[in-house]
């Protein structure tokens, strides 16, 4: 599976932004999908992740951000609201067999290349 994302930029603090990612593949209605986020000198965190109709968000996001996929056109999303200047970081999109990886073991078999999000205050 090989991963694209895109859809960062640079917004006020408030702003949305969507991330979109986008994924090749036969079966990539059969992956779990995630995405990750690497803010400068911190470590990579998990943001949230979906697997069929079951979603899982990291408490910092909770309520802001929504995952979505479309399996039809192999793509997932982040949606993302209200967004705080500590939401800046490059966000990965990531995916592997089992969603217990991405959510508890923050590993992914397949990891796109980031793209950086910016919030300024």
């Known amino acids: 599976v090989q991963l694209q994302a895109s859809g960062g930029g640079l917004v006020q603090a408030g702003g949305s932004l969507r991330l979109s990612c986008a994924a090749s593949?036969?079966?990539?209605?059969?992956?779990?999908m995630g995405w990750f986020r690497q803010a400068p000198g911190k470590e990579r965190e998990f943001v949230a992740a979906?697997?069929?109709?079951?979603?899982y968000y990291t408490d910092s996001v909770k309520g802001r951000f929504i995952i979505s996929r479309d399996n039809a056109q192999n793509m997932v999303y982040l949606q993302m609201n209200s967004l705080k200047p500590e939401d800046t970081a490059v966000y990965y999109c990531?995916?592997?067999?089992?969603?217990?990886?991405?959510?508890?073991?923050?590993?992914?078999?397949?990891w796109g290349q980031g793209t950086q999000v910016t919030v300024s205050s």
């Open positions: 979906i697997k069929d109709s079951s979603t």
């Open positions: 593949g036969r079966t990539f209605s059969t992956y779990a």
């Open positions: 990531a995916a592997d067999n089992f969603f217990r990886n991405l959510v508890v073991g923050g590993r992914a078999d397949y």
